[in-house]
């Protein structure tokens, strides 16, 4: 910056010599400040001089000054070890990489998969290609007073893909629990085997495991059970939920297990987790906003205080508590809607299983 003592202010700068070199370097001069800036786009010099003018008319000249315009450093450019082809994409390491620069990968087909950088190192997977189908890899490095850079690597995924695993399911009823007197009768769940573009077809049963539950705790486990069986209590408790889980271990004709469990209670169970999921982040963003309303009705308290001071003391204490009202309401609002969509839930989860079959509440 050019700086001038003396004279009326404020002052004005202005270029006496050297307006067109500057101009054509790609920078300029502030005529109210006196900064010269601006990005270049030419190396070498130019030579420039500027008059500062005060609010009466007087002015001084600086001897004319050189300013060297100087490239911009590169980035790094990055590099790559050899590609490994998988099923569906491959894998591929950047192997200079720096955290000093911030590095942006894209790719031509499928999706990109970023790992945490060790060291130098830095791996990238690649999925979502068909057999033998290509795309390329492009990383581009910055940084702040860098000329960015990029480079790429071309790779596929393997020519033949593996053949997508089997799949078991329940074709015709979940696994059922019945109470009579103080014995639970459990009957297996009817299953069916389904290979990918194939029929049905009987499964071939390695382990079958039926238990039964109370209260989301295991009473019994039964192994080796294709059809029914039944459990004598003690005593029935009133109050408890009694349920019956099965999980199944099969295999196909190539000796490929899987293991499942098919009870209409365990699907209930993962579709819960993702509902109290959603209700515990409605409740959090809900305490979040109310908590910042409080937070900014408190600090307009604190303005009206020293801005309206002719008011009495009693009226600020009523307003903070008023306030502190707002923000207890707004919680419980919250914590009601939590407990209403979690009420709701288990009234609705009871009502299926006790429509499927699988549960017995004792009043």
């Given at each position: 910056?050019?700086?001038?003592s003396g004279?009326t202010t404020?002052?004005?700068?202005?270029l006496?010599?050297g307006a067109?070199?500057?101009?054509?370097?790609?920078?300029a001069?502030?005529t109210?400040?006196?900064v010269?800036?601006?990005?270049?786009?030419?190396t070498?010099?130019?030579t420039?001089?500027?008059?500062?003018?005060?609010s009466?008319?007087?002015?001084?000249t600086t001897?004319?000054?050189?300013?060297t315009l100087l490239?911009?450093?590169d980035a790094?450019?990055?590099t790559?070890?050899t590609?490994v082809?998988t099923?569906?994409?491959?894998?591929v390491?950047v192997?200079?990489?720096d955290?000093?620069?911030?590095?942006?990968?894209?790719?031509?087909?499928?999706s990109i998969?970023n790992s945490i950088?060790?060291?130098a190192?830095?791996?990238?997977?690649?999925?979502?290609l068909?057999?033998g189908?290509?795309?390329?890899l492009?990383?581009?490095?910055?940084?702040i007073?860098?000329?960015?850079k990029?480079?790429?690597?071309t790779?596929?995924?393997s020519s033949?893909q593996?053949?997508p695993?089997?799949s078991?399911?329940v074709?015709?009823?979940?696994v059922?629990?019945?109470l009579?007197?103080?014995?639970?009768t459990?009957?297996?769940?009817?299953?069916?085997?389904?290979y990918?573009?194939?029929?049905?077809?009987?499964?071939v049963?390695r382990?079958?495991?039926?238990t039964?539950?109370?209260?989301?705790?295991v009473?019994?486990?039964?192994k080796?059970?294709?059809?029914s069986?039944?459990?004598?209590?003690p005593a029935i408790e009133?109050?408890?939920l009694?349920t019956?889980?099965?999980?199944?271990?099969?295999?196909d004709?190539?000796e490929?297990?899987?293991?499942?469990n098919f009870s209409?209670?365990?699907?209930?169970w993962?579709?819960d987790?993702?509902?109290?999921?959603?209700?515990?982040t409605t409740y959090?963003a809900?305490?979040?906003?109310?908590?910042?309303?409080?937070?900014?009705?408190?600090?307009?308290?604190?303005?009206d205080?020293v801005t309206?001071?002719?008011l009495?003391t009693?009226?600020?204490?009523?307003k903070a508590a008023?306030v502190?009202?707002?923000w207890?309401?707004a919680?419980?609002?919250?914590e009601?809607t939590?407990?209403?969509?979690l009420?709701?839930?288990r009234?609705s989860?009871l009502?299926?299983?006790r429509?499927?079959?699988?549960?017995v509440?004792?009043?």
């Amino acid at each position: 910056a050019i700086t001038a003592s003396g004279g009326t202010t404020p002052l004005s700068y202005s270029l006496s010599s050297g307006a067109q070199a500057l101009a054509a370097s790609g920078l300029a001069l502030n005529t109210s400040t006196g900064v010269i800036s601006g990005t270049p786009t030419e190396t070498g010099t130019v030579t420039v001089a500027v008059t500062a003018t005060d609010s009466v008319g007087s002015s001084a000249t600086t001897s004319p000054f050189t300013i060297t315009l100087l490239d911009d450093p590169d980035a790094i450019i990055p590099t790559f070890d050899t590609p490994v082809s998988t099923s569906d994409g491959f894998t591929v390491h950047v192997t200079n990489y720096d955290a000093a620069y911030t590095e942006q990968a894209s790719v031509t087909a499928g999706s990109i998969t970023n790992s945490i950088p060790q060291g130098a190192s830095w791996l990238l997977t690649i999925t979502g290609l068909a057999a033998g189908q290509s795309a390329t890899l492009t990383i581009t490095t910055s940084r702040i007073g860098y000329v960015s850079k990029s480079a790429s690597v071309t790779a596929s995924s393997s020519s033949t893909q593996a053949p997508p695993p089997p799949s078991f399911f329940v074709a015709q009823s979940p696994v059922k629990i019945a109470l009579s007197g103080t014995t639970f009768t459990i009957s297996a769940a009817t299953l069916e085997f389904s290979y990918h573009g194939g029929g049905l077809q009987p499964a071939v049963v390695r382990t079958q495991v039926l238990t039964l539950m109370g209260n989301d705790q295991v009473l019994f486990t039964f192994k080796e059970i294709t059809d029914s069986t039944t459990v004598t209590l003690p005593a029935i408790e009133s109050g408890v939920l009694y349920t019956a889980q099965e999980s199944v271990s099969e295999k196909d004709a190539a000796e490929n297990f899987s293991s499942h469990n098919f009870s209409v209670e365990y699907a209930q169970w993962q579709n819960d987790r993702a509902v109290k999921r959603a209700l515990t982040t409605t409740y959090y963003a809900a305490i979040s906003q109310a908590l910042s309303d409080h937070e900014l009705a408190l600090h307009q308290l604190a303005l009206d205080r020293v801005t309206k001071k002719k008011l009495p003391t009693k009226y600020f204490d009523a307003k903070a508590a008023e306030v502190q009202q707002l923000w207890h309401a707004a919680r419980a609002a919250a914590e009601l809607t939590r407990q209403q969509g979690l009420d709701a839930l288990r009234t609705s989860d009871l009502a299926d299983l006790r429509n499927a079959g699988i549960s017995v509440l004792i009043p």
